[in-house]
Protein backbone atom coordinates (compact mmCIF):
# COMPACT_ATOMS: atom_id res chain seq x y z
CA UNK A 1 0.00 0.00 0.00
CA UNK A 2 1.24 3.68 -0.88
CA UNK A 3 0.53 6.56 1.94
CA UNK A 4 0.59 9.89 1.39
CA UNK A 5 0.47 12.13 4.36
CA UNK A 6 -0.27 15.97 4.05
CA UNK A 7 -1.21 18.74 6.41
CA UNK A 8 1.39 19.82 8.42
CA UNK A 9 2.32 23.62 8.73
CA UNK A 10 3.59 26.20 10.80
CA UNK A 11 0.87 26.60 14.09
CA UNK A 12 1.54 28.38 17.37
CA UNK A 13 1.24 26.20 20.72
CA UNK A 14 -2.34 25.77 21.89
CA UNK A 15 -3.75 25.64 18.09
CA UNK A 16 -4.93 22.66 16.26
CA UNK A 17 -3.95 20.77 13.46
CA UNK A 18 -5.64 17.90 11.20
CA UNK A 19 -2.80 15.61 9.72
CA UNK A 20 -4.45 13.71 6.60
CA UNK A 21 -3.02 10.49 5.01
CA UNK A 22 -4.51 8.93 1.87
CA UNK A 23 -3.77 5.27 0.67
CA UNK A 24 -4.13 3.44 -2.65
CA UNK A 25 -3.06 0.60 -3.62
CA UNK A 26 -4.40 -2.20 -1.86
CA UNK A 27 -7.74 -2.84 0.00
CA UNK A 28 -7.51 -0.32 2.93
CA UNK A 29 -9.23 -2.30 5.37
CA UNK A 30 -6.86 -4.95 5.60
CA UNK A 31 -4.40 -2.67 7.07
CA UNK A 32 -3.87 -0.90 10.86
CA UNK A 33 -2.84 2.06 10.67
CA UNK A 34 -0.39 4.30 12.68
CA UNK A 35 1.59 7.97 13.14
CA UNK A 36 4.93 8.42 14.32
CA UNK A 37 7.15 10.65 14.75
CA UNK A 38 10.64 12.40 14.26
CA UNK A 39 11.91 15.72 15.41
CA UNK A 40 15.51 16.79 14.51
CA UNK A 41 18.13 14.47 16.33
CA UNK A 42 15.72 12.19 18.16
CA UNK A 43 14.58 8.74 17.16
CA UNK A 44 10.92 8.17 15.47
CA UNK A 45 8.54 7.99 18.21
CA UNK A 46 5.04 6.57 18.41
CA UNK A 47 2.16 8.45 18.35
CA UNK A 48 -0.89 6.50 17.50
CA UNK A 49 -2.90 3.49 16.09
CA UNK A 50 -5.96 1.94 14.84
CA UNK A 51 -7.17 -1.34 14.08
CA UNK A 52 -8.48 -2.41 10.71
CA UNK A 53 -12.31 -1.33 12.19
CA UNK A 54 -11.40 1.52 13.76
CA UNK A 55 -12.61 -0.26 16.82
CA UNK A 56 -9.69 0.48 18.70
CA UNK A 57 -6.92 3.31 19.12
CA UNK A 58 -3.51 3.36 20.77
CA UNK A 59 -1.63 6.18 22.11
CA UNK A 60 1.71 7.47 23.17
CA UNK A 61 1.87 8.81 26.66
CA UNK A 62 2.88 12.09 25.38
CA UNK A 63 -0.45 12.65 23.25
CA UNK A 64 -2.56 10.95 25.06
CA UNK A 65 -5.70 12.70 25.73
CA UNK A 66 -4.68 15.69 22.71
CA UNK A 67 -4.41 13.75 19.62
CA UNK A 68 -7.04 11.56 18.31
CA UNK A 69 -6.50 9.31 15.68
CA UNK A 70 -9.46 8.29 13.21
CA UNK A 71 -9.77 6.27 9.93
CA UNK A 72 -12.28 6.65 6.72
CA UNK A 73 -12.18 2.87 5.19
CA UNK A 74 -14.39 4.14 2.33
CA UNK A 75 -12.07 6.99 1.66
CA UNK A 76 -8.68 4.94 2.01
CA UNK A 77 -8.22 7.53 4.53
CA UNK A 78 -6.68 7.86 8.32
CA UNK A 79 -6.22 11.41 9.87
CA UNK A 80 -4.59 12.72 13.10
CA UNK A 81 -6.65 15.43 15.14
CA UNK A 82 -4.06 17.30 17.20
CA UNK A 83 -5.30 19.72 19.58
CA UNK A 84 -3.78 21.99 22.06
CA UNK A 85 -0.64 21.60 20.25
CA UNK A 86 3.04 22.43 22.09
CA UNK A 87 6.53 23.38 21.10
CA UNK A 88 7.33 19.88 21.63
CA UNK A 89 5.01 18.65 19.21
CA UNK A 90 7.53 19.83 16.51
CA UNK A 91 8.39 16.77 14.15
CA UNK A 92 7.72 14.94 10.50
CA UNK A 93 5.10 13.04 11.14
CA UNK A 94 4.34 9.80 9.49
CA UNK A 95 1.96 7.28 8.65
CA UNK A 96 2.45 4.32 8.32
CA UNK A 97 0.42 0.68 7.41
CA UNK A 98 0.69 -2.73 9.12
CA UNK A 99 -0.08 -5.71 7.44
CA UNK A 100 0.86 -7.69 11.01
CA UNK A 101 -1.23 -10.67 12.01
CA UNK A 102 -1.39 -9.62 16.12
CA UNK A 103 -1.70 -5.89 16.65
CA UNK A 104 -1.79 -4.78 20.18
CA UNK A 105 0.03 -1.85 21.89
CA UNK A 106 2.79 -3.74 22.35
CA UNK A 107 3.21 -3.90 18.37
CA UNK A 108 1.57 -0.58 17.46
CA UNK A 109 4.88 0.85 19.11
CA UNK A 110 7.10 -0.84 17.72
CA UNK A 111 8.14 1.21 14.07
CA UNK A 112 8.85 -2.26 12.76
CA UNK A 113 5.29 -3.81 13.25
CA UNK A 114 4.96 -1.28 10.05
CA UNK A 115 5.54 -2.47 6.40
CA UNK A 116 4.68 0.95 4.34
CA UNK A 117 5.74 4.16 5.03
CA UNK A 118 4.14 7.86 3.56
CA UNK A 119 6.93 10.39 2.96
CA UNK A 120 6.03 12.49 6.40
CA UNK A 121 5.25 15.77 6.81
CA UNK A 122 6.73 18.63 8.76
CA UNK A 123 4.73 19.96 11.98
CA UNK A 124 5.47 23.42 13.28
CA UNK A 125 4.87 24.64 16.69
CA UNK A 126 5.53 27.76 17.65
CA UNK A 127 5.94 28.75 21.32
Known amino acids: VQLQAFGGGLVQAGDSLRLSCAAS????????MGWFRQALGKAREFVGA????????YYGDSVKGRFTISRDNAKNMVYLQMNTLKYEDTAVYYC?????????????????????WGQGTLVTVSS
Open 96 to 116: AASGTLVFSMTEAVQPSSFNS
Open 25 to 32: GRPFSNYR
Open 50 to 57: ITRNGGTT
